[in-house]
């Protein structure tokens, strides 16, 4: 998928409209339809800006494109087809986990606005893992953590198990 379409799903998936997320960033609904339709790429910059104001990282919406790049045709044709979660959600997921997001701080964007016209921003959102009738609570940080303290331990591994067949 491109970051447009990664975009448009994540969006969608948190409820929000064009003009919803425009607001969060302080973009024109306009803008971010030229994202979502492809009609123009954003830098990499306002990506991470728009992962934010969705709660995902940079490599969510960029992900596909990343691999396309690194793997090759018939990596991004698998990763077309997968489920629409992040790679560490998936593997949560795969292990009977529960996943949710949630709003954890935000702000009004104009608090001198009057009421009705204040636009709300996400400042942090928390990912909540339960299993097993136990729940955890992590803040994006500790979530990104999670994340590369896993990628590091399959590195590792994997690793470690090509120098010992090499060395047979």
Known sequence: MTVGENIKRIRKERGLTQQDLGDRLGMTQSAIWQFE???TSPKLETV????????VTAFDLMG????????GPEKLAELQTASKDSPIEIYLKSQDYTVKHR????HWE??????EDRVQIV????IILSKDGHTATF???EFEELQAGAKEAIE???????LEQQNK
């Open 139 to 141: 803040t994006d940080a």
């Open 123 to 126: 400042d942090e959102w928390e």
């Open 103 to 106: 709003e954890a701080k935000w």
């Open 37 to 39: 339709s492809d009609k």
């Open 64 to 71: 596909a494109e990343l691999w396309n790049i690194q793997a």
């Open 48 to 55: 991470e800006k728009i992962a934010v104001a969705l709660g």
């Open 156 to 162: 590792g591994k994997f690793y470690k198990k090509v």
């Open 110 to 115: 104009n608090e001198s606005d009057p009421p």
